[in-house]
């Protein structure tokens, strides 16, 4: 069967639901590698919560183990109060840099290698580094990576500006 995943926004406990998006509701498809690309409507309006606003955010799978001492697991926790529908837009150059500010680690979108045989398209680094749950369910990153995941409820932001003093990461991500 395949997994199926939501972005969400935790509280500083790291537990808590915050806020998550709904695939559907931007015409895309719930499955991690059904919308895990640069330029993905869905993707670019998550990221449109976290411009510019570093939150503790986690892709998570209804797949992935439940919370420590929780008998859930995040996916399953997303309430519909807690839904977030946004619609504001930004440019790539806007959304650039994908911030991990709890490792002061960061992503260049623009170094992002095209996937081979896909003309342009390039897997979105966001999701597969916050991701719970992989390669538990058809549609999970199928690629060998050890960066996979290892963002999961890090305090994460995207900027338009090279963060200082942050290490840049190229996890590179193929399938």
Known sequence: MGQYYKPIILAENKKSVKSWMYSHEYDNRLKLMEHSYIGNSFVSAFESLIKGNPQRVVWGGDYADNCKGRKTNLY?????SEKANPTEKFTTTETRY??????????????????????GAKIHPLPL??????????????????????????????????????????PNFEE
């Open 129 to 170: 580094l916050t991701c719970e749950g992989n390669g538990r369910g058809g549609g999970d990153f199928r690629g060998e990576n050890k960066f996979v995941g290892t963002w999961a409820r890090d305090v994460i932001s995207v900027e338009s500006k090279k963060p200082q003093g942050y290490t840049e990461i190229k």
């Open 76 to 80: 399953d926790r997303c309430k519909d």
């Open 98 to 119: 994908v911030v991990n500010h709890s490792k002061k680690e960061f992503v260049d979108k623009f170094s992002v290698p095209e996937i081979k045989g896909w003309k």
